[in-house]
């Protein structure tokens, strides 16, 4: 197993102010507990120099400013994945004052285990008992003071949903910050001599892991609770896949079906009143046309297009939080772990994948569902893939226009191209760049089924919409700027600036000389050119920018539309215009993403991984278009 | 006998694991050591195993549950 290295410094703590780890097992409701106690005063930031995203954020004890570092999740600091390697990481790093280790009551040992690890490091602690009414409820919960006792140092009974020991946490915290308090019993031990006998050393630790737990939790046979019942159901071997199916669909109809709407009525109140009030304004301060035209066609097109996807990516974000909050998620990576072993991805990566067909900008912040970096990048290069509904409009134009008898057949067999494309370019990604991707054992612990708390819920929201808003937003506002600048310049003619017909305007004279690398695959005009040109923007404009191209004002009149691209297809294809548009339909199904998903994906992975896969995605659809126009035209 | 062998409901104690050392630690910290006492809870979709160590409930792969010698208890 390699993990690669990782700074040591997961994140510098502020002058003046004490920074403080929050570590935990994953589940054990240490996010929840984390936003309790910073509210909404949290953003999230990457690890220096890998793509594990952590919330920091700030929490006011009563004697310093703590910033507070959201660890991520894990059953031991012996990382097996880049992830794990940041806790393991910021936990040996004495940048850090403290760390708030949070143990399960429902799983102790699991929990105690781990905090003999971080006090191996030598870290002061103070231990905070979450769960405890889940455990009450079970019989199982441990004493917190003879716990205190035993480990020697304080133990707070804590619940983040409702805000309980949360105040006496603080103060545990504020007295450790001025007088540390360490975990009795351990020995501290340099981290590299742990690796060099890791079964010995995990022996000692579970031997005081034992000796901790007999002190503290009741004797007690578990019996039988809700969640076994429900396992039982969501687990079967055959219920199971149909109730994760189920729920899949259930993300996918509110990320397009309940989002539709909302994005449209964003859409509609940007391009219409906000943009009406603009247009107004400036004509008022005699501004000229060609600054009406950048303010409402660029600028405020590319803010319209940002906020737009606002309500669905927090549809997406909180359904992400919810389902991982109830604790389904655990159970996803067992019921789809054998479908997506062979491209060396956890079973929750189906999620992102599946969503990706809605729309690929929140299927790659589902990504965030994979507990492992390298997997989340695997799939996030992945998703753009995924045939999102904006395509579907392209097919079904295509598919009615050229194959009017089976164009149902043709636009099924799109999606099984998308598939097989997903796994085609992840086995090649696995066998190249991402080469240190490898199955890893499902061994997953799962937690209680519990209903999603709302605050928590909310917050978690609010700071991934913002984290979106600012860091994809810009890049998305300045790209829609740029291709109003180039549909504004004429480059032939005497037009004025700004209004330009798109033949003489420079985003035309791109297209057409874009169009000669088209003709391999019987596609060689300008028009189609800047049709692909604009749907680089995003893939709802292709049809618009097609009708704009042929000067058709009706961008609903498919049918003349249509007839127009047939006669331009029968020309350019030299009498194969079936196989030319099928070589455009698998062109526009993998080509380039939409410039909201690039954005995203820079967000989430950074340029480099973003136009590696942009470059690679292009290549491929180009020489696929050009075999399938090749082949089709000999058929 | 072999993990992914047990019958539902079965409790069985931990006897040795065979695999590379890094699944053994992680196995052993989901508590899974030699002389444990488990139960196995059921078959999930796609072969994986859900068994029970004290009041936690673990999943195992088909694959590496097909590793875990346990003796029935």
Same mark, same amino acid.
């Given at each position: 197993?390699?993990?690669?290295?990782?700074?040591?410094?997961?994140?510098?703590?502020?002058?003046?102010?004490?920074?403080?780890?929050?570590?935990?097992?994953?589940?054990?409701?240490?996010?929840?507990?984390?936003?309790?106690?910073?509210?909404? *005063?949290?953003?999230?930031?990457?690890?220096?120099?890998?793509?594990?995203?952590?919330?920091?954020?700030?929490?006011?004890?009563?004697?310093?400013?703590?910033?507070?570092?959201?660890?991520?999740?894990?059953?031991?600091?012996?990382?097996?994945?880049?992830?794990?390697?940041?806790?393991?990481?910021?936990?040996?790093?004495?940048?850090?004052?403290?760390?708030?280790?949070?143990?399960?009551?429902?799983?102790?040992?699991?929990?105690?285990?781990?905090?003999?690890?971080?006090?191996?490091?030598?870290?002061?602690?103070?231990?905070?008992?979450?769960?405890?009414?889940?455990?009450?409820?079970?019989?199982?919960?441990?004493?917190?003071?003879?716990?205190?006792?035993?480990? #020697?140092?304080?133990?707070? %009974?804590?619940?983040?949903?409702? #805000?309980?020991?949360?105040?006496?946490?603080?103060?545990?915290?504020?007295?450790?910050?001025?007088?540390?308090?360490?975990?009795?019993?351990?020995? *501290?031990?340099?981290?590299?001599?742990?690796?060099?006998?890791?079964?010995?050393?995990?022996?000692?630790?579970?031997?005081?892991?034992?000796?901790?737990?007999?002190?503290?939790?009741?004797?007690?046979?578990?019996?039988?609770?809700?969640?076994?019942?429900?396992?039982?159901?969501?687990?079967?071997?055959?219920?199971?896949?149909?109730?994760?199916?189920?729920?899949?669909?259930?993300?996918?109809?509110?990320?397009?079906?309940?989002?539709?709407?909302?994005?449209?009525?964003?859409?509609?109140?940007?391009?219409?009143?906000?943009?009406?009030?603009?247009?107004?304004?400036?004509?008022?301060?005699?501004?000229?046309?060609?600054?009406?035209?950048?303010?409402?066609? #660029?600028?405020?097109?590319?803010?319209?297009?940002? @906020?737009?996807?606002?309500?669905?990516?927090?549809?997406?974000?909180?359904?992400?939080?919810?389902? %991982?909050?109830?604790?389904?998620?655990?159970?996803?990576?067992?019921?789809?772990?054998?479908?997506?072993?062979?491209?060396?991805?956890?079973? *929750?990566?189906?999620?992102?994948?599946?969503?990706?067909?809605?729309?690929?900008? +929140?299927?790659?912040?589902?990504?965030?569902?994979?507990?492992?970096? *390298?997997?989340?990048? @695997?799939?996030?290069?992945?998703?753009?893939?995924?045939?999102?509904?904006?395509?579907?409009?392209?097919?079904?134009?295509?598919?009615?226009?050229?194959?009017?008898?089976?164009?149902?057949?043709?636009?099924?067999?799109?999606?099984?191209?998308?598939?097989?494309?997903?796994?085609?370019?992840?086995?090649?990604?696995?066998?190249?760049?991402?080469?240190?991707?490898?199955?890893?054992?499902?061994?997953?612990?799962?937690?209680?089924?519990?209903?999603?708390?709302?605050?928590?819920? #909310?917050?978690?929201?609010?700071?991934?919409?913002?984290?979106?808003?600012?860091?994809?937003?810009?890049?998305?506002?300045?790209?829609?700027?740029?291709?109003?600048?180039?549909?504004?310049?004429?480059?032939?003619?005497?037009?004025?600036?700004?209004?330009?017909?798109?033949?003489?305007?420079?985003?035309?004279?791109?297209?057409?000389?874009?169009? +000669?690398?088209?003709? +391999?695959?019987?596609?060689?005009?300008?028009?189609?050119?800047?049709?692909?040109?604009?749907?680089?923007?995003?893939?709802?404009?292709?049809?618009?920018?097609?009708?704009?191209?042929?000067?058709?004002?009706?961008?609903?009149?498919?049918?003349?539309?249509?007839?127009?691209?047939?006669?331009?297809?029968?020309?350019?294809?030299?009498?194969?215009?079936?196989?030319?548009?099928?070589?455009?339909?698998?062109?526009?199904?993998?080509?380039?993403?939409?410039?909201?998903?690039?954005? %995203?994906?820079?967000?989430?992975?950074?340029?480099?991984?973003?136009?590696?896969?942009?470059?690679?995605?292009?290549?491929?659809?180009?020489?696929?278009?050009?075999?399938?126009?090749?082949?089709?035209?000999? @058929? | 006998?072999?993990?992914?062998?047990?019958?539902?409901?079965?409790?069985?104690?931990? $006897?040795?694991?065979?695999?590379?050392?890094?699944?053994?630690?992680?196995?052993?910290?989901?508590?899974?050591?030699?002389?444990?006492?488990?139960?196995?809870?059921? $078959?999930?979709?796609?072969?994986? $195993?859900?068994?029970?160590?004290?009041?936690?409930?673990?999943?195992?792969?088909?694959?590496?549950?097909?590793?875990?010698?346990?003796?029935?208890?």
């Amino acid at each position: 197993m390699t993990t690669p290295s990782t700074p040591r410094a997961a994140v510098a703590p502020a002058k003046r102010t004490a920074s403080v780890l929050l570590v935990g097992n994953p589940n054990v409701g240490k996010s929840t507990l984390f936003n309790a106690l910073t509210k909404a *005063r949290q953003h999230v930031v990457n690890a220096p120099g890998t793509t594990v995203a952590l919330a920091e954020g700030t929490w006011c004890t009563d004697c310093a400013d703590v910033t507070l570092v959201d660890l991520p999740g894990t059953y031991s600091l012996i990382a097996r994945s880049p992830d794990e390697q940041v806790a393991a990481d910021a936990v040996s790093d004495p940048a850090h004052a403290l760390a708030v280790v949070v143990l399960d009551a429902t799983a102790l040992s699991r929990s105690l285990y781990l905090l003999g690890q971080v006090a191996r490091a030598g870290r002061p602690v103070v231990a905070a008992l979450t769960m405890i009414d889940l455990a009450e409820a079970r019989g199982i919960a441990p004493d917190a003071t003879a716990l205190s006792d035993a480990l #020697g140092i304080p133990v707070i %009974e804590a619940n983040g949903r409702n #805000g309980r020991g949360l105040a006496t946490l603080a103060e545990a915290v504020s007295t450790a910050l001025v007088s540390p308090s360490f975990v009795a019993g351990v020995t *501290r031990r340099d981290h590299e001599e742990i690796l060099r006998d890791r079964l010995t050393d995990a022996q000692e630790l579970f031997d005081w892991v034992e000796s901790v737990g007999d002190a503290a939790v009741p004797a007690s046979a578990p019996h039988s609770t809700v969640t076994d019942k429900l396992d039982r159901v969501l687990l079967n071997p055959w219920v199971g896949p149909a109730a994760f199916l189920a729920v899949v669909w259930g993300v996918f109809q509110l990320t397009t079906v309940v989002a539709a709407p909302l994005m449209d009525g964003v859409a509609r109140a940007v391009s219409g009143p906000v943009a009406d009030a603009l247009s107004a304004t400036l004509s008022v301060l005699r501004a000229p046309d060609w600054l009406d035209s950048f303010a409402v066609s #660029g600028l405020l097109a590319g803010v319209g297009t940002v @906020l737009s996807f606002v309500p669905l990516m927090a549809i997406m974000f909180a359904a992400v939080s919810a389902l %991982e909050s109830t604790g389904y998620l655990a159970r996803v990576a067992v019921v789809a772990d054998r479908a997506m072993r062979t491209l060396g991805l956890d079973g *929750r990566a189906m999620l992102p994948l599946i969503v990706g067909f809605g729309c690929n900008v +929140p299927a790659l912040s589902a990504t965030a569902v994979l507990p492992h970096a *390298r997997q989340r990048l @695997l799939t996030g290069l992945l998703v753009p893939l995924t045939s999102c509904t904006a395509r579907l409009a392209v097919y079904l134009l295509l598919a009615h226009t050229f194959f009017p008898g089976s164009a149902g057949t043709v636009v099924f067999g799109m999606y099984v191209a998308s598939v097989v494309l997903v796994i085609g370019w992840g086995l090649i990604a696995r066998h190249t760049v991402l080469r240190d991707i490898r199955p890893e054992p499902l061994i997953i612990a799962l937690p209680d089924y519990q209903w999603p708390h709302l605050r928590t819920l #909310g917050v978690s929201v609010w700071t991934r919409v913002m984290s979106f808003t600012r860091k994809a937003g810009s890049v998305i506002v300045v790209a829609v700027m740029v291709l109003w600048v180039l549909q504004a310049i004429p480059v032939r003619g005497d037009h004025p600036i700004a209004d330009v017909p798109v033949a003489d305007s420079a985003y035309g004279a791109i297209a057409q000389g874009a169009a +000669p690398a088209l003709a +391999p695959m019987g596609l060689n005009d300008w028009r189609i050119a800047a049709s692909l040109v604009a749907g680089i923007a995003a893939k709802e404009v292709v049809i618009g920018a097609l009708a704009q191209s042929y000067a058709i004002d009706d961008t609903n009149d498919q049918s003349t539309l249509g007839e127009q691209v047939r006669a331009t297809v029968e020309r350019t294809s030299d009498g194969a215009p079936a196989a030319a548009a099928l070589a455009l339909m698998v062109f526009v199904l993998s080509y380039l993403p939409c410039l909201a998903t690039l954005a %995203e994906q820079r967000r989430l992975f950074g340029w480099r991984w973003t136009a590696a896969a942009a470059g690679a995605q292009f290549a491929g659809a180009y020489g696929l278009a050009i075999l399938v126009f090749q082949v089709g035209r000999l @058929l | 006998m072999l993990l992914n062998a047990l019958a539902p409901g079965v409790a069985a104690h931990v $006897r040795a694991v065979s695999t590379e050392s890094g699944v053994v630690l992680r196995l052993r910290e989901m508590g899974l050591r030699p002389g444990a006492l488990i139960r196995m809870t059921g $078959r999930a979709s796609g072969g994986s $195993r859900i068994v029970t160590v004290g009041a936690a409930r673990i999943a195992i792969d088909g694959a590496t549950a097909a590793l875990i010698d346990v003796e029935a208890a």
